[in-house]
């Protein structure tokens, strides 16, 4: 079937240098997909999204990038920060024939450990 | 984005009792999720909560186990019924604004069946 998974479960990384956490999806359909960071004991929280018609979106420290050609999603985080650290999961969905989006397919998540 | 609460954060439970787990929205929303996250995994989802009709429930899950309401949208409540423990999970609830947008997650509950 299909399913979005990561290519590193566990990154470690210094404080203060640039975290790349990478996902690779299988569904070529997918239009529509999210990265979400997850600490201890939290939900959950949305950090940045991306829809197919686009390869790189950035906000706030972090950029996403999309390889449709090898269904590919990465998330990098710049001067990444103790409160950084958390588990990230990629997401991804499809839209629906009446335009809604379809179901989220979350993919394994990798915990990013922050070094000080 | 909206503001997500979840009733009880946390609960211990003996197994065969059955938990009614609350979710609260400061806004309408359209779209309100249910997912299962088991310890060190990922999220799956256990149904969609459809206002005033029965809830769509992803392949594995049934009615009986995970009954849900959604009397009105901002609110749902999913009930895990005759808890084993291999039920022990977060259960997190999700919004979707307006069915176009990305969802947004309550806090979750974090469920122990002993």
């Known amino acids: 079937g299909e399913s979005v998974g990561l290519h590193l479960p566990t990154l470690s990384v210094q404080e203060g240098d640039n975290s790349i956490i990478n996902c690779a999806y299988s569904n070529s359909a997918s239009d529509y997909f999210i990265w979400y960071k997850q600490e201890s004991g939290k939900g959950p929280q949305f950090i940045i999204d991306i829809r197919s018609n686009m390869d790189k979106r950035q906000g706030q420290r972090v950029t996403v990038l999309l390889n449709k050609t090898v269904k590919h999603l990465s998330l990098q985080i710049a001067a990444t920060q103790p409160g950084d650290s958390a588990v990230y999961f990629c997401?991804?969905?499809?839209?629906?024939?009446?335009?809604?989006?379809?179901?989220?397919?979350f993919g394994k998540g990798t915990k990013l450990s922050v070094k000080p | 984005s909206a503001v997500i609460s979840q009733k009880p954060s946390r609960d211990i439970c003996q197994r065969g009792t059955s938990l009614t787990i609350q979710c609260q929205v400061d806004s309408q929303v359209t779209m309100m999720f249910w997912y299962r996250q088991q310890p060190g995994q990922s999220l799956t989802l256990i149904a969609t909560?459809?206002?005033?009709?029965?809830?769509?429930?992803e392949s594995g899950f049934v009615i009986d186990k995970f009954p849900i309401s959604r009397p009105n949208l901002t609110f749902s409540t999913l009930t895990v019924s005759n808890m084993s423990p291999e039920d022990s999970s977060i259960y997190l609830c999700?919004?979707?604004?307006?069915?176009?947008?990305?969802?947004?997650f309550g806090p979750g509950t974090r469920l122990l069946v002993l």
């Open positions: 999700s919004v979707d604004k307006t069915a176009q947008e990305t969802q947004y």
């Open positions: 997401a991804e969905s499809v839209m629906n024939y009446g335009g809604s989006q379809g179901n989220l397919i």
């Open positions: 909560a459809n206002q005033g009709s029965e809830a769509t429930y």
